[in-house]
């Protein structure tokens, strides 16, 4: 499975829009973009994924660019409690959960 | 409400102490596994298992061991050959038809006395 590079910290003000970018050039064409987030002390989250669509769902959309090698998930109306690491992980959707690789993720501080 | 229960969220070992971390879920899970959180590292896979009475070895499985006698239930046992046990231990599951949904509990936090 492909890696991923994101920047290790962003910052957001409450109730505007966090957009989270992900680099993942190396993606295959069956390989799917996963985003997980991870609030301190607690275990990480499933937010969404996505193969080619941009895709949205209750709790953020995930727009991915037509040559797959990057995407951006957004946070529409960032609150306090999306202050988390939040996680893009590639992987093919035949393959075992073992080949996740979990990288450090984007520490994202929302601000009042 | 269905969920995947970690017990004790803080646990501490002595040295040469073997140590269990309990893991539970009512989710119908077929599909468990343990991971390892390091501070400034990202998870990293223990263990797994995928059906009842079978589990892998992850990526550094040395110094501890599982067992799946039930499907709802993942104990990790954290022996004294893991020289380097403290860490924030997860665990997670995923349904057949979801492999790319993994559900996680809350984490145990191992620390050596």
């Known amino acids: 499975d492909a890696k991923t590079t994101q920047p290790p910290s962003m910052d957001c003000a409450e109730g505007r829009a966090a957009n989270l970018p992900c680099n993942h050039s190396?993606?295959?064409?069956?390989?799917?973009v996963y985003w997980y987030r991870q609030i301190h002390s607690q275990g990480p989250q499933y937010i969404i994924h996505g193969l080619k669509n941009n895709e949205t769902n209750e709790m953020a959309s995930l727009i991915i660019t037509e040559d797959r090698k990057s995407s951006t998930l957004i946070l529409p109306h960032a609150t306090l409690r999306d202050t988390a690491v939040y996680y893009c992980i590639v992987r093919d959707n035949a393959g075992n959960n073992r080949k996740l690789i979990w990288g450090l993720g984007t520490s994202l501080a929302v601000n009042p | 409400d269905g969920g995947i229960t970690q017990s004790p969220k803080y646990l501490f070992r002595k040295e040469g102490q073997n140590v269990t971390l309990s893991c539970e879920q009512n989710?119908?899970?077929?599909?468990m596994y343990w991971y390892r959180q390091d501070p400034g590292q990202g998870l990293r896979l223990i263990y797994y298992s995928q059906i009842v009475n079978d589990f892998q070895k992850g990526d550094i499985a040395e110094g501890y061991s599982v067992s799946r006698e039930k499907k709802e239930s993942f104990p990790l046992t954290v022996t004294s050959a893991q020289k380097n046990p403290t860490a924030f231990y997860l665990c997670?599951?995923?349904?057949?038809?979801?492999?790319?949904?993994?559900?996680f509990g809350s984490g145990t936090q191992l620390s050596v006395l």
């Open positions: 190396t993606i295959s064409g069956n390989e799917y």
């Open positions: 989710l119908n899970h077929d599909a």
């Open positions: 997670a599951s995923s349904a057949a038809g979801q492999k790319e949904k993994l559900f």
